[in-house]
């Protein structure tokens, strides 16, 4: 089965963070540092689609959560238009949109399915420009169901 690699975006002067996405921790350290960065990257299997339960918790420092992205894979008859190339899953990274999306150059709103920080449900409603961060301090946990589509075209 093949694999894409996944990033988590966000900003971060200094933290320490624990992912778990769909069921198994795939990221504990440090995470990277800087204003609408990868956070950490991951690798999960291309058929994992559909609403995932991802867990981020805050072992120090503070952290804003922004969205989850992929890189793109080359489908199985490699009929996509554009066509994608192997240089493209290395380079080519999109974030995941609304139920049906095909990804885009940003996140969006629409791809957090639900989300709770320590158990109190985040309000999704009222983000910005369609983004919502979602801060955390050391010690918070988020929980959230992120959509993970595949996009049309461009993976099988």
Avoid: K
């Avoid at 350290?29 to 995932?52: M, Q, R, W």
């Avoid at 969205?67 to 554009?82: F, K």
């Avoid at 150059?105 to 369609?130: C, K, M, R």
């Amino acid at each position: 089965m093949a694999t894409r690699t996944f990033r988590l975006i966000g900003t971060t002067t200094d933290a320490n963070i624990t992912v778990n996405f769909n069921g198994s921790q795939v990221f504990n350290g440090v995470a990277g540092t800087g204003t609408e960065t990868t956070l950490c990257e991951f690798t999960a299997e291309d058929s994992v689609t559909g609403s995932i339960a991802t867990t981020v918790t805050v072992n120090s420092g503070s952290v804003t959560i922004i969205g989850i992205m992929a890189n793109l894979t080359v489908p199985q008859d490699n009929t996509s238009d554009p066509v994608v190339t192997e240089a493209d899953t290395l380079s080519r990274f999109n974030y995941f949109t609304a139920p049906g999306g095909n990804g885009g150059t940003y996140a969006s709103a629409e791809s957090v399915v639900s989300a709770s920080i320590n158990d109190e449900a985040v309000d999704l409603s009222n983000g910005p420009g369609g983004l919502i961060p979602l801060p955390l301090d050391n010690g918070d946990v988020l929980s959230a169901s992120f959509n993970i589509t595949a996009p049309p075209g461009l993976i099988d």
